[in-house]
């Protein structure tokens, strides 16, 4: 059982920075990846951001592109989330996921459609023009 904890949401002008933290408890050592989601009110979850936990490869959506960028600190099993350059439209709860090591190696571009197995509870932010 891993559980994660967000944290780093706030408000943000246009054009401002937050930095989103995950932290990671339990089996974090049995990750593959890791994620960032978000969702808009009335919409469904979109694919942000992840992190291959042992390699660091990484593989963002086309709408944070040189925006957003995700890192992992094994050290303290977190994974954070720099937003810079925000827009009123990055406006979402953002949530943290973890998929388990279960041995299969999947393809960069195929993170955001893996089944992540954990959730965190979801941070808030907002950027207002």
């Known amino acids: 059982q891993v559980q994660l904890v967000e944290s780093g949401g706030g408000s943000v002008q246009a054009g401002g920075s937050l930095r989103l933290s995950c932290v990671a408890s339990?089996?974090?050592?049995?990750?593959?990846?890791m994620a960032w989601f978000r969702q808009f009110p009335g919409k469904e979850r979109e694919f942000v951001a992840a992190?291959?936990?042992?390699?660091?490869?990484?593989y963002y959506a086309d709408s944070v592109k040189g925006r957003f960028t995700i890192s992992r600190d094994k050290t303290k099993d977190t994974v954070y989330l720099q937003m810079n350059s925000l827009k009123p439209e990055d406006t979402a709860v953002y949530y943290c996921?973890?998929?388990?090591?279960?041995?299969?190696?999947?393809?960069?571009?195929?993170?955001?459609?893996?089944?992540?197995?954990?959730w965190g509870q979801g941070t808030q932010v907002t950027v207002s023009s």
């Open positions: 996921a973890t998929k388990r090591n279960d041995g299969s190696v999947y393809a960069i571009q195929v993170l955001p459609k893996l089944a992540y197995d954990y």
């Open positions: 992190v291959t936990w042992n390699f660091g490869s990484t």
């Open positions: 339990g089996r974090t050592s049995r990750s593959y990846a």
